[in-house]
């Protein structure tokens, strides 16, 4: 087969006739030249935005790091998927990875491609546009700004080293692709990847783009549209955050972190049904974006089938993977913490070799009745995406802090989370030597299963245990292996960063010489 450059060959493939709602999202092939010259071709050419967002934040985009950490063992009746994440051999030509890599890029494609006719539009070349229509299209502009910032982040955190400031200079960051290409046939012009500084550089740029253009006032219609659904000011603010504490800049990221707490408009759940609720029909007060889903076409991949197998209608049901006792071992509080009840379910386990146990399975994902009621399929187990939520929120600020060595702020945020997930909670005291673990665990408590342990783990220079530290060993795949229950790794492990996918490096040569170590 003749191999092509992701990067650069991406279709722009979602744009419209018309539509006037980002959740219907009808295709059609323009040619190029003839595109985005009306408003409505700036409002269809906005769905192709929002449209990948229900795949890059769900199914393999946030399970594919998760099983690669140590707090889920495959079971004994595990059918392999995500088996070379799990045993830590996979290569470059790993279709997982690869998945990841091509389609955060196609949201690059199409982010290009909107700034680019948008710039067009800046520059006067695109007439007949009115100055109300204007102030919309600047407000999707800062949208689009908005999802390159997201993907080549998500990209880096996968692809490229921790970010270290004394050394981001000199690593290699990501091909930098700023223009979109419909039909690159010259190789010589593919990108080669830029500094790991220069790629945050970037970032942050359009993020400034995105401050400055995004307006939810102006274009979500609050009587008949959720705007947690949409690409927000306080949205950029949450990523700003998450990006700044990825790069150690700590001030940043606790300027971004607390003023959003501080705006009280996303109030920590303490209620044990609520929180529940928030898992299973999608909906708490303190989502800051939740990715728009609907049966029965406007699905998101689901993430609870890894969990619980596929739904058979009352029968036995077949986990490929089951949380690690250490992992249950961290709820020290049981069911006094919200989360261990809302995110555990025992379960009596029957397996295909004829193993059985009681057990607990992880229950995050439980499937939303009001999405796999309308399916035609036997899926239960589909929620809505929540990508950014203010728990998170806490926790950057309360490790900003710990960082700066400031444990008395670092304390109360992480306090004042804890006292919304456990009954009868009492603030604890910490020292500059403990606040950083206890925030690690929390973390770890609160975000597990959602796509965050591989670059936590990266960033904090950890390695990785899984122990033998499984439920039941009849339960698990081949128990103290050292593929499987007791793999191990060092911090630093080459495959902590992912290879460039070979299909791109092969297609790229620019790209010869600057693959990531060992692959």
Known sequence: ?????????????????????????????????????????????????????????????????????????????????????????????DGNIEAIWGNFYTLIARSNYYIDSYQKLVNGEIPGISEADRALIDCWAGEAYFSRAFAYYNLATFFCEAYDPSTAAEVYGLPLQLTYVSNATDNSKYPGRSSLQATFEQINKDLTEAERLVNENKTVNS????????????????????????????????????????????????????????????????????????????????????????????????????????????????????????????????????????VYVFDKYPGNPDIYSQTIVDNHYINKPKPFRIAEQYLIAAEAYAAKNDVTNASKYLNDLCRTRIAEYTDKSYTNATILTAIQNERHKELVGEGFQLIDLKRWNLGIDRANAYQESTMVLQPGGVNTTALSKQAGDNRFVWPIPKAEYDANPQLKGQQNPGY
């Open 223 to 358: 009587d008949t549209q959720a705007k947690y659904n949409y690409i927000s000011q306080d949205l950029v603010t949450a990523l700003r955050a998450r990006v700044a504490l990825w790069t150690k800049d700590y001030d940043t990221a606790i300027s971004a972190s607390t003023g959003l707490i501080s705006s009280n408009k996303y109030p920590l759940i303490n209620d044990g049904e609520a929180f529940r609720a928030m898992w299973v029909t999608d909906y708490g007060t303190e989502v800051i974006w939740q990715i728009y889903t609907a049966a029965p076409d406007e699905l998101c991949s689901t993430n609870g089938t890894m969990f619980w197998g596929q739904y058979k209608n009352g029968d036995p049901q077949v986990m490929d993977f089951i949380p690690s006792q250490s992992l249950i071992d961290l709820y020290t509080d049981g069911d006094k913490d919200i989360r261990f009840t809302s995110f555990f379910a025992p379960y009596h386990l029957a397996l295909s070799n004829g193993s059985e146990a009681d």
């Open 1 to 93: 087969m003749k191999k092509r450059n992701i990067i650069l060959s991406v279709l722009f493939a979602a744009v419209g006739l018309t539509s006037c709602d980002m959740e219907k999202y009808p295709y059609n092939a323009v040619e190029e030249s003839q595109y985005m010259t009306t408003t409505n071709d700036f409002k269809s050419a906005r769905i192709g935005l929002y449209s990948p967002y229900r795949t890059l934040t769900s199914g393999g985009h946030v399970l594919t790091p998760e099983f690669q950490c140590a707090d889920f063992h495959a079971t004994a009746s595990y059918s392999n998927t995500y088996g070379n994440q799990y045993r830590w051999d996979f290569q470059s030509s």
